[in-house]
């Protein structure tokens, strides 16, 4: 049994579920980021999962989505990256109001997410090196390259839109989790990708792999692909987030 209810955190309506009678207890925590364009009831699943497993589980609304959606896809569609940042910049105060609350275990608070929100989980472990533990599906750490071949902030035809490209990317340089690998190696990293992800490409996620690797920098690195599946998450890589959390969290 679960209690599944809708919160407002940090000013921002987050989906939060927990094992039933424990909600107001100290509990290991993952905060889950949904993916672009989605919101937090469509990736309630993994809520539900991870209370099943014992976790408290807290999916935000990222902006511009769900309940912070103002129904302007055309500007919601240019600014993704923009998303992905103010996405890492909210996981500390949404930490703040969670532990407010005493709802987090000591220091048993986690971050994981999907696409976007994989994006967000690794930007998050290379941004603040508190976090026990960080699980990534069909995601990238590579955000400068990707912007430009994934929903790029606008078409470059001419040097003064490039000006504008490498403008509008600037504030996301110093999140970009390729150019911290050392801080992925820290603690527990869980990667997942679908080997036929039409997306975000598994290649992605195997150059991140392969990067901390030659490094020797995989001790606590977990990382699961499934042949034949695009972008979308399967019971499989479910199952495996949650075993993740339940050995590491």
């Given amino acids: 049994m679960i209690e599944l209810t809708t919160e407002t955190l940090a000013g921002i309506e987050c989906l939060h579920a927990a094992p039933a009678g424990s909600q107001q207890q100290p509990l290991p925590t993952v905060l889950f980021w949904h993916g672009f364009t989605s919101s937090k009831e ?12 014992g976790f408290r589980a807290v999916i935000p609304d990222s902006a511009m989505h769900g309940a912070r959606y103002d129904g302007d896809s055309v500007t919601r569609m240019a600014h993704f990256w923009q998303i992905l940042k103010s996405n890492i910049d909210e996981v500390p105060a949404l930490e703040a109001a969670l532990r407010a609350h005493n709802w987090v275990d000591n220091q048993r608070f986690a971050v994981a997410g999907a696409s976007q929100g994989g994006m967000t989980a690794l930007g998050a472990m290379a941004r603040y090196p508190h976090l026990h533990s960080i699980a990534c599906l069909m995601g990238s750490g590579y955000f400068m390259q990707l912007s430009h071949r994934l929903f790029p902030p606008l078409e470059v ?9 490498a403008a509008t990317m600037a504030p996301l340089a110093e999140y970009d989790p390729c150019q911290q690998l050392e801080k992925l190696s820290q603690r527990p990293l869980f990667l997942w990708h679908g080997e036929a ?22 001790a606590q690195l977990t990382s699961l692909s499934e042949p034949h599946i695009g972008h979308k998450i399967t019971p499989a890589a479910l199952t495996a987030l949650v075993s993740f959390f339940k050995h590491h969290l």
Wanted: proline fraction near 5%; avoid cysteine; charge should be negative.
């Fill in 157 to 165: 035809k001419t040097p003064e839109q490039q000006q504008v490209f």
């Fill in 197 to 218: 992800d039409e997306v975000v490409p598994f290649v992605e996620t195997q150059r991140l792999d392969q990067a901390l690797r030659e490094r020797q920098w995989d």
């Fill in 42 to 53: 469509v990736y309630a699943y993994f809520a539900v999962a991870l209370a099943q497993a």
